[in-house]
């Protein structure tokens, strides 16, 4: 037996082939033409499409969301507002004077201090 | 299979037609999306992009209730209420409802606005608040819409009113402090720039997106006490409604600290209803823009600068004649007569003598003449030093400097600065002789009178800095203590009763003549009081003036009384520790 200089270039993995190891090769039973492959990279084209119309419209309904929830702040800074003026009219001092306890509060005849 | 185009076969001219199509395809393309890109983002830019402006709120107005804060002037969301009377369908309906929610703030005859079928545009109703609108709103009527309008409210009426000032119709602040603070209250509007939808709700899509928030005006605090203010101003209108007072006007303020505590002027008016006003002299705040001459209260700063020149003492004597010559042809006389003889500077300032007064102004001189060099002192204690003749800086809107003629004028003579002695032949706002007096009696400090205390901010109140002096040794600690003493003994000598007992209260009357084309006028005299009071040291100054068109007002008489009803209360409200 005489060893013999292959010429040609061979993978490692052929020449593990050639040594006989445990090896597979999968060979698809499916064959796929020409028309197969067009129609599957359409149908990635429009899924990819797809995701990206649903990231976009996702974005614009959380500016809806944020616009409800800032018509939302303004309803209630308004709501606030009222409260405060109200607050402001009722503790006014004219409003105080014609109160039934200031009705009620008497001058003391005398004041003293303490000396700290 | 080979295909050949034969030469001018039809096949060959359709690709010729064609190529020559596209070309022109490319071309025109070329056009519009290389040569015409920038024009074309603009057109879409302003199909898509939208700009809003947001409002900055304008700064609320704070006063001060002791030590706390408490809302002078508020911002209020209000509705102008409008129609198209073409698209209202129920005319009845809408009649009904604004007469019934909105009865107070509806047009006359607002019904008949509505069957001007030619105008699309009309205004029902203004100053309909939001839950009026709400209910306006509840009804679903056709035709009816709604304008947002932002207004200032205020809560205590007309209190304060010269001091605040307004804000006018086109939103520019006027008089007092809205006037002065105007940017400051009215911040700085933001900007939103952003892709709209056809709702124009701004969506984040797009890469020119601009968001620059409004910068809301400061809320400022003001030192203006609402109680003390308040008792000022219902002093100052019974002491008016007493004397028959046409104008009158009063102030107090910390002399440690040159905060104004009250300012009052009446005839008032409330600065919510502005646009009522009929006399739009009802606007100023005559303590700052109405100089005049002050009259006999200026004698402490006369007193004051002789005895810080050390060319008397109010121990000191000269002899009273009740006239006084100036030069060669103009006498001085005394209003108070038969205080005469050999007396002591502090009987003159007790019976307010104006020869005690001139007999100073010559002793700065060469004692018997108001020299040149006692009208430079006089000029530097009144004007450089205790700052008459000068704005003050206090932060409201219309301050008048008034007059004060320099020794190097033509008009400050001799006979100007002997009168001047005894506040007549100048001109000076109420709040400048109440700062400068401030210092006479507070060690000689001068202070800028100021009405503001400091800022509400979103982290609380946030109280200014102590008020760094503006001068120090305006005058001694001495003469200002010789001064302290004067004008409580010339006051406790006549008036000392209606004061509270064991506090120390002091005072000058003023009783000045009004100047006229050619003179003064002999049926008209302003009445004025300036004074102080506290324990230990003085804690206020209040000053009161009473004037009206061919009326005579007295110091003493019309004005003091409404000082002393001021001060005997203020001794309770700042809980002054009697004299100890």
């Known amino acids: 037996m005489s060893n013999s200089q292959n010429t040609y270039y061979a993978s490692r993995r052929q020449q593990n082939w050639s040594r006989n190891q445990n090896t597979t090769r999968f060979v698809s039973a499916v064959k796929l033409g020409p028309v197969a492959h067009t129609v599957l990279v359409a149908l990635m084209i429009t899924v990819l499409g797809l995701i990206y119309l649903t990231q976009a419209t996702r974005a614009t309904s959380y500016d809806y969301e944020s616009q409800k929830i800032d018509s939302q702040i303004a309803e209630l800074t308004d709501q606030k507002n009222d409260l405060n003026i109200e607050n402001a009219r009722l503790t006014a001092l004219e409003t105080v004077k014609k109160s039934s306890v200031a009705a009620n509060l008497t001058t003391p005849v005398s004041t003293e201090y303490v000396q700290q | 299979m080979n295909l050949e185009l034969l030469k001018g076969s039809r096949s060959r001219i359709l690709a010729a037609v064609v190529l020559g199509i596209m070309a022109v395809f490319v071309i025109r393309l070329f056009y519009l999306q ?61 009649v009904d409802t604004l007469r019934k929610v909105a009865g107070g703030n509806v047009r006359t005859d607002f019904d008949k606005l509505l069957d001007n079928k030619k105008s699309r545009y009309q205004i029902l109703a203004t100053k309909v608040t939001r839950v009026q609108a709400d209910k306006i709103k509840a009804e679903g009527l056709h035709g009816i819409g709604f304008q947002e309008v932002s207004q200032r409210v205020y809560p205590e009426g007309s209190l304060a009113g010269q001091i605040l000032g307004f804000v006018n119709t086109t939103g520019e602040g006027s008089y007092g402090l809205e006037g002065y603070m105007d940017k400051d209250l009215k911040g700085k509007d933001g900007l939103l720039q ?7 709700v701004p969506l984040t899509i797009g890469n020119n997106n601009i968001r620059t928030p409004a910068q809301d005006g400061a809320n400022i605090v003001l030192s203006i006490d609402r109680n003390v203010q308040s ?78 020149k050390n060319v008397v003492k109010t121990s000191d004597t000269f002899n009273n004649t009740d006239s006084i010559k100036i030069g060669d042809n103009y006498i001085v006389g005394n209003a108070t007569k038969g205080q005469t003889g050999i007396i002591t500077f502090q009987r003159a300032l007790t019976w307010s003598l104006n020869t005690g007064f001139v007999t100073i102004a010559q002793r700065l001189g060469d004692g018997n003449s108001v020299t040149r060099s006692a009208r430079d002192a006089m000029y530097e204690y009144f004007h450089d030093r205790l700052r008459l003749g000068q704005l003050t800086g206090v932060e409201l809107a219309n301050e008048a400097a008034g007059t004060i003629y320099s020794p190097e004028d033509e008009q400050g003579n001799a006979v100007r600065y002997a009168t001047m002695s005894f506040g007549q032949g100048l001109n000076t706002s109420m709040l400048q002789v109440a700062a400068g007096f401030s210092a006479l009696i507070n060690g000689g400090t001068y202070y800028k009178p100021t009405v503001i205390d400091g800022y509400m901010t979103t982290e609380g109140y946030k109280q200014n800095p102590v008020n760094a002096p ?25 008036f000392g009763h209606l004061d509270k007992p064991g506090y120390y209260i002091g005072g000058k009357t003023g009783t000045s003549q009004v100047g006229v084309a050619g003179g003064y006028s002999d049926t008209e005299t302003i009445g004025s009081y300036l004074g102080y009071g506290g324990g230990n040291e003085a804690e206020y100054v209040i000053m009161v003036r009473l004037s009206g068109k061919d009326k005579q007002f007295q110091g003493a008489r019309d004005a003091l009384p409404i000082f002393t009803d001021i001060s005997n209360w203020m001794l309770d409200y700042l809980k002054v520790h009697p004299k100890g």
């Open chain 2, 231 to 308: 008792k000022v101003e219902a002093a100052l209108a019974a002491g008016m409604e007493r004397t028959g007072a046409p104008q009158g006007s009063a102030m107090a303020m910390d002399p440690r600290t040159g905060k104004i505590l009250a300012m009052a002027n009446l005839p008032t008016y409330s600065p919510g209803e502005y646009n009522k006003v009929e006399d739009v002299a009802h606007f100023n705040n005559n303590v700052i823009s109405d100089p005049y001459e002050p009259g006999s209260s200026l004698k402490t700063y006369t007193l004051a600068t002789g005895i810080d």
């Open chain 2, 34 to 94: 290389v040569i015409q890109h920038d024009h074309y983002v603009g057109l879409a830019k302003e199909e898509q992009e939208n700009r809003f402006v947001i409002p900055a709120s304008r700064g609320l107005i704070y006063a001060k209730s002791g030590d706390d804060p408490v809302q002078l002037v508020l911002n209020e969301t209000v509705y102008m209420v409008f129609a198209d009377p073409v698209t209202v369908d129920d005319k009845a309906k809408v």
């Open chain 2, 470 to 494: 503006v001068a120090t040794n305006v005058v001694s600690k001495s003469t200002s203590d010789q001064i302290l003493t004067a004008t409580h003994d010339a006051r406790a000598s006549s």
């Open chain 2, 194 to 200: 952003a892709v709209t939808d056809v709702s124009n």
